[in-house]
């Protein structure tokens, strides 16, 4: 088992630019969520997903899109990046529900100039 | 709003003490708190859980206790060793069931 992969592990974005953090899981789990994570602050939710088909907001969505068509991958898309999205990306997932352990993948350094 | 606190300031403790970290919350109560190990450059990694009605868990080396009264849960590393270094997150769901995460406190353990 891998666990959680993600990529890319490293990215460098100039303002206004696009991208996908992809995000995939081998272990069959319904539950996968991102997460950001800023100096000085905690783990932010971005985004989560209970099971295929279904997403919904966290605590800081704005600037970011999901969807989840299969239960193994949950993508994360920069829309417009802006400098404040310069963060270290989590997605993290587990078996059915955020009341449970959470798996995380190594993260994806993002650099939006 | 609810929170989780950690201390931010980094724990520097000798080789072989009992290293102790502290997670307070405030404007809510908890069900549980999940404590996680994040080395540099990874991802958090899963340590335990401890449910409210639980006064105190162990593994291996660790322990976990949790204070409802008091509002706070301490983790403790006993016979600390350097490969313990590391950053010590806590975590709970808040009233929304979403997972809330502490900042984070930094251990060092020197030889």
């Known amino acids: 088992n891998a666990g959680v992969t993600q990529t890319p592990k490293f990215q460098v974005l100039k303002t206004g630019q696009s991208m996908t953090l992809q995000c995939a899981q081998d272990?069959?789990?319904?539950?996968m969520s991102w997460y950001r994570q800023d100096p000085g602050m905690g783990l932010r939710l971005i985004h989560y997903?209970?099971?295929?088909?279904?997403?919904d907001q966290g605590e800081v969505p704005n600037g970011y899109n999901v969807s989840r068509s299969t239960t193994e991958d949950f993508p994360l898309r920069l829309l417009s990046a802006a400098p404040s999205q310069t963060s270290v990306y989590f997605c993290?997932?587990?078996?059915?529900?955020?009341?449970?352990?959470?798996?995380f993948g190594d993260g994806t350094r993002l650099s939006i100039l | 709003s609810q929170k989780i606190e950690q201390n931010s300031e980094a724990l520097n403790i000798q080789e072989g003490k009992t290293a102790t970290l502290t997670c307070n919350y405030t404007?809510?109560?908890?069900?549980?708190l999940q404590w996680y190990r994040q080395d540099p450059g990874r991802g958090p990694v899963f340590l335990l859980l401890?449910?409210?009605?639980?006064k105190e868990k162990r593994k291996e080396r660790l322990k976990v206790t949790f204070d409802t009264t008091l509002k706070q849960s301490l983790f403790h590393i006993t016979a600390s060793q350097p490969a313990d270094s590391a950053t010590y997150l806590c975590?709970?769901?808040?009233?929304?069931?979403?997972?809330?995460f502490g900042t984070g406190t930094r251990l060092q353990v020197f030889p």
């Open positions: 997903s209970v099971g295929a088909g279904i997403t």
């Open positions: 401890i449910r409210e009605n639980e």
């Open positions: 404007n809510y109560s908890p069900a549980y």
């Open positions: 975590a709970s769901l808040g009233n929304t069931d979403k997972l809330i």
């Open positions: 993290a997932s587990s078996p059915t529900g955020s009341n449970q352990p959470q798996h």
């Open positions: 272990m069959n789990h319904e539950y």
